[in-house]
């Protein structure tokens, strides 16, 4: 056989994202761009900030020695001290910057977590429905997954957390602002989940690592706030991008923060830094870390993510459409209104709308909107949704 095994697996459960990119296409070219409403692609479609356009023609109008050379595996170390300083005091700890590390985005950060802590067959927990491509990461590295289902309102489910994490669980991803449900954790979910992750903690004799997912943490609307796990957890690492809170996912740029008080924290920065390069990222590109390195404080305008998610929010739950209503993210994540989420999903194909199933995402039932896509899209688009839940009442 050519492939490797493992990877022809991942082929063949290849992600619904993927297989509905590619239906799209085919519908875009029979129908007409301008005819297809796709709410598949978590790909920002808001400008980047406009300082960021300005650093860019700076950075890239420099002229200095080895300013495109190799360096240090972690990044720049302005770069870094600025992260630190900047995390310093948002959570009013105390970060360094030998314990920041510049990554090719949060999917780099994460696989490079996950390749620094774990030995074959150790468990990592997700919580569904999750972010896909965490199974692939966590396969990559020769751990395991383990799926602990979140509640009906798509939040932590302690009890069975309880249950799942045993002596073998190494870590738990988790994703707040979620996707794919938009869904904001407030404090109180985080006091029982730190709670739990200490008492584990305790009983197995080792540490069991929260890795916190953050790309989305600055893209919460204002009637909602981001409660930074970090502060209710001790043990955990961060894992960020500025992917969607600048725009620039194509860019590649993210980094990995830990506290210094985690445990093993020296020796899992050294495992992490040398991770960056055996990977094969070597380290996070260089113009990028010096561009963000002045845009720690700029966003894309969140308001108007707001307002298309007002928009959806407010026209489904009138057609009669069960959702919750996301806090954060650009995705929210509707009920089927029949009880398999492919069937709808391809209703609503029939209508030349695009969504993806929630069974891609781990949890059947329901299906994912993304609103990277302009409001006067979402607004034509909304007597579809209608038409499609009329053909199944
Ligand atoms: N984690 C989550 C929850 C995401 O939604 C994404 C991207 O969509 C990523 C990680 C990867 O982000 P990045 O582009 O920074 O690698």
Known sequence: MMLSSQVKGFL??????????????????????QNVFDFTLGNPDLPPPADFKKHLIEEASKDEPFIHGYMSNAGYEDTREAIAKNLSNEL????????????????G???????????????VVILSPYFV?????????QGQVVISET????????????????????AIIINTPNNPTGRVYEDMILIDLGDLLLKKSKEFGKPIYLLSDEPYKRIVYSDHKFYPPIKYYRNTMIVNSFSKDLSIPGERIGYIAMPPDLDGVRE???????????LGFINAPAIMQRVIKNLLNSLVDVNLYMKRRDIFYNSLIEMGYKVIKPGGTFYMFPESPIKDDIEFSKILMNEQVLVTPGSGF??????????CQDEKIILKSLERFYSAIKKVE
């Open 12 to 33: 063949e459960n290849a992600s619904w994202i993927r297989r509905m990119f590619e239906i799209g296409h085919e519908l875009k070219k029979k129908y007409g761009y």
């Open 268 to 278: 899992i920065i050294e495992a992490c830094v040398l991770c960056n390069r055996i």
């Open 109 to 123: 950060g994460m696989n490079v977590i996950l390749r620094a802590i774990l030995n074959p067959g150790d468990k």
């Open 92 to 107: 009013d700890m105390d970060f360094n910057k030998k314990n920041i590390i510049m990554t090719c985005g949060a999917a």
């Open 362 to 371: 781990g949890r059947k039932g329901y299906f994912r909107i993304s609103y």
């Open 151 to 170: 509640d009906e309102t798509f939040l932590p489910n302690i009890e069975d957390l309880d249950k799942k994490i045993d002596d073998r669980t190494k």
């Open 133 to 141: 491509e965490y199974k692939f990461y966590i396969l990559n590295h």
